[in-house]
C-alpha cells in the first residue's frame, strides 16, 4: 500500500464514448504523489472501452465469465488490486476537476477515516430533466456536511474502513452505495458530502422516459435493501413512501372507475402533499428559482409513484410461488 495515495475505481460497460474524457479528467488533475493507479473493471463490453482504457494507461481488468456482475462486485474486483492507500470509486461517465485529487487529500491527509464525496453537478447543454433532477448545486452544503448516504459513482474510502465493513454488498443490483454507506457509518466512521469542488455527471437522465425507466430500475430493491438492513427505520423509509403513493393511486384510480368524487380528493391529496413536502424541504432551502421547484415536483410526483409501482412488483416476486421455492 502507498501511503497517502489515491486507486481510482472505475466499473465499465460499453462506456467506449465516454471513458476518454473520464480518465483524462483524473490524469490532470495528479501532480506526480497523489494517483497510485487507476483501475478500469470491464463487465464484459463489447465496443472499444478496454482498449481505450489500456490506452489511456489504466489497468484494465475484464470480466470474460460471459455473465454480466454486479457492479459491486466489479468495484470490489478493483479494490481487492488497488495499492493506494484511499479507494476513490468514479463512474465511467463522471468528469472530475483538477482540484478533485488535491481536495481529497485535505481530508485524508489528518485524521479523518471514512467515505467522502463531493456534490454533483451536469453540463449546461442538459435538457429540462437533467437539469432538473440532476442539478445538486441547490443541496449543496455550506460545509463538509455529514450524511448517511453516498453515491457510488462518486465516492472515496479510506482502504482501512472499506476491509473493516467488508467491502460493498455483491448480491445487490441497486442501492448497494446506500447500503455500503450504512454500514461505514454504523460501524463508527464519518460519511461526508464536500460542497467543492464540483464534479459533473455525464450520465443525467436525457428525456422523461429515460427518467422513468431509471427510477424504476433503482427502486426495484428496496425490499432487499431492507432486509439486509434487518428492517431498521431508516431502510423502510422509501419502501413505506412507495406504499403511501402505491395506496393513493389505487384511490385514484378507483375514483375514476366508480366515479366517486371523495376517493378522487383523498386519492389526490395522498399523492400531493407529501410531493409538495419533500420539494421544499430539498430544493426549496436552497434557494431555487420558482420555476425549478415546480419542475422538480412533476419529477418527484412520478418518481414516487413509479417507486410504488416498483415495490409492487417486489412484492409479486416474493410471494409468488416460484419465488417461495427458490427460498426454500
Known sequence: ???????????AYNEAGQIEACLESIRAGDAGDLLAEIIVVDNGSTDATVVLA????????ENTSGKRLTISR????????????????LDADMLVPKEWLPSAREYFDGTF?????FVETIPDDAGWVGKTWGNYVYLRPARATRVDYLTGRDLMVHRQVFEQVGGFAEGLETDEDKEFTFRVVSAGFPALIAPTPLVVHLGYERSLGEFIRKEYW?????????SRMRYSLRSLRHPLLSLWYLAGLALLMVSLA??????????????LLPTVAITLRKPGRRGAPPQF???????????WNVAGLALAAQLVRRLSPKAGAGRR
Open 54 to 61: 489500456r490506452g489511456h494507461g489504466a489497468t484494465v481488468i
Open 113 to 117: 477515516r471514512g467515505a467522502l464525496g
Open 218 to 226: 433503482r427502486q426495484n430493491s428496496t425490499l432487499q435493501l431492507a
Open 293 to 303: 421547484l415546480l419542475r422538480y415536483f412533476v419529477l418527484c410526483l412520478i418518481r
Open 258 to 271: 366508480l366515479r366517486v368524487p371523495f376517493l378522487l380528493l383523498a386519492g389526490g391529496g395522498v399523492q
Open 74 to 89: 466489479l468495484r470490489n474486483l478493483g479494490a481487492a488490486r488497488a495499492s493506494g492507500e484511499v479507494l476513490a470509486f
Open 1 to 11: 500500500m502507498k501511503p497517502g495515495s489515491f486507486s481510482v475505481i472505475i466499473p
